[in-house]
C-alpha cells in the first residue's frame, strides 16, 4: 500500500507542477489580450510603437506573437518536467 | 477565352491534380489510416495541415475585408482565432492525444460512462460542422465563378468532386497530406500580393512592418495615422479606435477562443500525430502557420482601405473632387459584373462620393457639398479578391489568389467532413448501433458517411439556408458551451459526473441556441431587435457562447455535487490521461 501511495504522490506533484506552469502561461495570455489589447488599450494607444498604437499593436498584432512564444515554451517547459518527473514518453 | 483565364484555369487545374496525386499516393488502408492518419503524422506537417484545415474561405476572402472596414473592432477576429490555439495546447491537445481514442464523442462517452453523453456530443458536432460546412462549399462554388466564369453550380460539382476523391479514397491520412500543400498554395497565394502592396505603399516589404511604417513620399507621416485621417474626413470613425462596447469585444473574443479550442475538426488533428509532446509542440507549429496569415491580413485590410480611398479621391480627401464614374479603372469594371462594387449617382454630378452617410455629425458637411447618400457600395471581399489587381500585380497573382481561396475552402470542408464521417461511422453505427462491425465494415461505413455529408454539404451550398451568414456565431458559440467545457471539466475534475456533464451540456446548448435564435431568427423571425439596448449583459450573439459556457460550468459542478461521484475506474482514466508516458500508436475500441 505504502508503495501505491507513494506513486500517487509523485504523480500528484507532477500535476501540481505541471498546473503551476500552465497558470502562469494562461495569465500571460490573458494580459496581453483582454488586458493590453481591449481593457487597456485606449490608454495604451497614447504611446507610439513605430506607425503603431500600442494597444492597437497588441490587438491585432503583439498578442498573436505573444501567443506563438507562449506555446513553443510550454511545450519545452513541460519536456523538461516530464523528464524531471520521469513520465517522459520513450 | 483571355490571358488571364486561361492562366487562371492552368494554376487552379495544377493544384487539384496535385490533390488528387497526394491522395492516391496516401489512400487509407485501415480505420487509424481513415480516422486519425495512423497516428503517424510529423508534428510540422500536422502543425501546416491543421492551419489549413483552420483557414477556412472566410479567413482567407474575407477577414482582411473585414477588418478593413471594422478597423480596431477586427481584432476580435485576429485574437479569438488565434488565442485558442493557446488554449488547445495547454488545456486539451496533450491529454486527448493521450487518452488516444479516434473522436472527441468517443472521449466524452468514456469519460462520463454513457450513451447519452456520447449522442448528445455526436448532435453538438453534427450540427456545429455542417453550418460549418456549408459556407465552405459556397466559398469553393463563388471562386469559382468569379475567377473562371463558370456557373455555382458547376464550381460547387467540381469542389466536391476533388474532396470526395481525396476524403472518401484517403480518409484523415489523405485529407492530412493534401493539406499541408493546401497550405502552402492558400498562403503563398495569400503574402505575394499582401507583400507587393506593402512595398508600394511602405517600401517595406513585411507587411507587418510595413503597417507601422510611413507611407512612400513622406519623412514622418505614418500609414496609421494617414488612414486614421482620411477615414475620419469621409465621416467614418478612426481606424485605430474601436466603436463597440468593452464587454463585447472582450466577450466576442473569449467566445472565438474558447470555440476555437472546442471544434471537433480542430481538436481532431492534434489525435494524428505520434506522441504527447508532439501534440503540444504541433499545436505551436499550427499556431506560427496560422500567424503567417493573420498578422499579414491587417495590413492588407488597412493597405486595401487606403488604397480603394486613395482611388476614389485622387486629390484631397473629401476637400478636392472626387473620381468621375466615366473614368474609372478597368478593375472597377471588372469588380462593378460581379456586383461586389456597385454605383449609384445619387446626386446626378457624374462624381463617385464615397463617405459615410450614415454619421449625423458629418450630415452637414456633406449636404454642403451637395452629396446626396454614398454613392458606392463595396462588398468587403473585394478587399482580398481585387487587392492584386487594384495594385496593378501582374496576372499570374491574380490566378494564384483564386487557387489560394479555393484551397481555403477546399482544406476546411475536407476536415469538417471527415469529422462528421466519423461521428457517423465509429460513435452511431460501431458503438450504438452495430458493435460486432470488422474494421473493414466500419471503413466502408465511413467512406459512404463521407460521400453523404459531402452531398448534403454540397446541397446546403448551392441552396443555403437563410442562416450561412450567421454560421460563425453558431458554430463557435455552441462549441463554446457545449464541447469545449465538457472536456475540460473531463481531463481537470474527478469529481464531475455523467449526470452533471450531460446536464451541463444540455444546458450550455439550449441557452446559446436559444440566445442567437432570439435575436438573429433562423427559421422563425427574430423575436427581439437585435441591438445593444436588448442584449443579456450587452452581449451580442456573437459573444454570447462565453456565458453559455460558464452556464454549463455551473449547472455541471452543481448537478455533481449532489449525485454520486465517477466509478473508480474513471478515475484511474483520467489519473493516466495526464500523464504522458505510455501513449501507444493507433487502438479501436
Known amino acids: ?90 | 477565352m483571355d490571358n488571364l483565364q486561361l492562366l487562371t484555369y492552368i494554376v487552379v487545374g495544377f493544384t487539384f491534380v496535385l490533390y488528387i496525386g497526394i491522395a492516391v499516393w496516401s489512400r487509407a488502408h485501415t480505420t487509424g489510416d481513415f480516422y486519425v492518419a495512423g497516428k503517424g503524422v510529423h508534428p510540422i506537417a500536422n502543425g501546416m495541415a491543421t492551419a489549413a484545415d483552420w483557414m477556412s474561405a472566410a479567413s482567407f476572402i474575407s477577414m482582411a475585408g473585414l477588418i478593413a472596414f471594422l478597423g480596431y473592432d477586427g481584432s476580435v477576429y485576429l485574437m479569438g482565432w488565434t488565442g485558442g490555439y493557446v488554449l488547445l495546447a495547454l488545456l486539451l491537445a496533450p491529454y486527448l492525444r493521450k487518452y488516444g481514442k479516434f473522436t472527441v464523442p468517443s472521449f466524452i462517452a468514456d469519460r462520463y460512462y454513457s450513451k447519452s453523453a456520447r449522442v448528445v456530443a455526436v448532435i453538438c458536432l453534427i450540427f456545429i460542422s455542417f453550418t460549418y460546412v456549408a459556407g465552405q462549399m459556397r466559398g469553393v462554388g463563388i471562386v469559382f465563378s468569379r475567377f473562371l466564369e463558370v456557373e455555382i453550380l458547376t464550381g460547387l460539382l467540381v469542389g466536391m468532386g476533388v474532396v470526395f476523391i481525396y476524403a472518401v479514397l484517403g480518409g484523415m491520412k489523405g485529407i492530412t497530406y493534401t493539406q499541408v500543400a493546401q497550405y502552402c498554395v492558400l498562403i503563398f497565394a495569400y503574402t505575394v500580393p499582401a507583400v507587393f502592396i506593402s512595398i508600394q505603399l511602405t517600401g517595406n516589404p513585411f507587411p507587418q512592418l510595413g503597417l507601422g511604417s510611413t507611407v512612400v513620399g513622406s519623412e514622418s507621416m505614418y500609414l496609421l495615422e494617414k488612414l486614421d485621417l482620411v477615414v475620419q474626413d469621409l465621416g467614418f470613425g478612426a481606424y485605430t479606435d474601436g466603436s463597440k462596447a468593452m464587454i463585447d469585444v472582450a466577450a466576442i473574443t473569449l467566445a472565438l477562443m474558447v470555440g476555437t479550442a472546442g471544434l471537433p475538426h480542430v481538436i481532431v488533428r492534434f489525435f494524428t500525430v505520434p506522441k504527447v509532446s508532439d501534440a503540444r509542440k504541433s499545436a505551436g507549429w499550427a499556431l506560427l502557420f496560422i500567424a503567417l496569415l493573420y498578422t499579414t491580413a491587417p495590413a492588407v485590410g488597412a493597405m486595401a482601405r487606403l488604397n480603394l480611398i486613395e482611388t476614389i479621391w485622387p486629390g484631397e480627401v473629401a476637400e478636392s473632387q472626387p473620381l468621375a464614374y466615366e473614368e474609372r479603372p478597368e478593375w472597377f469594371r471588372t469588380w462593378e459584373n460581379t456586383g461586389l462594387l456597385d454605383f449609384t449617382d445619387k446626386n446626378g454630378d457624374g462624381m463617385i462620393q464615397y463617405y459615410n452617410d450614415a454619421n449625423p455629425e458629418f450630415a452637414p458637411t456633406a449636404e454642403a457639398k451637395g452629396w446626396e447618400g454614398n454613392e458606392l457600395m463595396v462588398d468587403r471581399d473585394i478587399m482580398v479578391l481585387a487587392n492584386p489587381e487594384i495594385a496593378n500585380l501582374p496576372n499570374w497573382v491574380i490566378a494564384l489568389v483564386a487557387a489560394g481561396g479555393i484551397a481555403a475552402a477546399l482544406s476546411t470542408a475536407a476536415g469538417l467532413l471527415l469529422v462528421i464521417s466519423s461521428a457517423v461511422s465509429h460513435d452511431l453505427v460501431k458503438n450504438i448501433f452495430a458493435p460486432n462491425m470488422s474494421d473493414r465494415g466500419e471503413l466502408l461505413t465511413g467512406r459512404i458517411a463521407a460521400a453523404v455529408a459531402i452531398c448534403v454539404a454540397g446541397y446546403l451550398g448551392y441552396n443555403p439556408p437563410g442562416f450561412v451568414a450567421q454560421v460563425v456565431a453558431f458554430a463557435f458559440g455552441l462549441a463554446a458551451a457545449s464541447l469545449f467545457p465538457a472536456i475540460i471539466m473531463g481531463i481537470f475534475s474527478t469529481r464531475i459526473n455523467r449526470e452533471g456533464a450531460i446536464a451541463g451540456m444540455l444546458t450550455g446548448l439550449i441557452f446559446t441556441f436559444g440566445y442567437i435564435l432570439y435575436f438573429k431568427g433562423i427559421f422563425i423571425t427574430p423575436l427581439a431587435e437585435n441591438i445593444p439596448a436588448n442584449w443579456l449583459f450587452g452581449i451580442s450573439p456573437e459573444g454570447i457562447g462565453v456565458v453559455g459556457m460558464l452556464l454549463n460550468f455551473g449547472v455541471a459542478f452543481t448537478v455533481s455535487r449532489f449525485t454520486a461521484a465517477p466509478p473508480v475506474h474513471i478515475r484511474e482514466l483520467i489519473e493516466d490521461i495526464r500523464v504522458p508516458r505510455g501513449a501507444g500508436g493507433a487502438e479501436a475500441h
Not at chain 1, 508503495?3 to 509523485?10: A, F, I, K, T
Not at chain 1, 501567443?67 to 523528464?83: Q, T
Open chain 1, 1 to 90: 500500500m505504502s508503495q501505491q501511495s507513494e506513486h500517487q504522490e509523485r504523480r500528484d506533484a507532477y500535476w501540481n507542477a505541471n498546473k503551476r506552469i500552465m497558470f502562469g502561461c494562461l495569465v500571460v495570455w490573458f494580459i496581453v489580450s483582454f488586458g493590453f489589447g481591449i481593457v487597456l488599450a485606449e490608454p495604451l494607444d497614447n504611446i507610439q510603437l513605430f506607425g503603431y498604437p500600442l494597444g492597437f499593436w497588441f490587438a491585432q498584432q503583439g498578442s498573436i506573437y505573444t501567443f506563438l512564444i507562449l506555446i513553443f515554451f510550454y511545450a519545452w517547459r513541460m519536456n523538461k518536467l516530464d523528464r524531471e518527473h520521469d513520465v517522459h514518453e520513450e
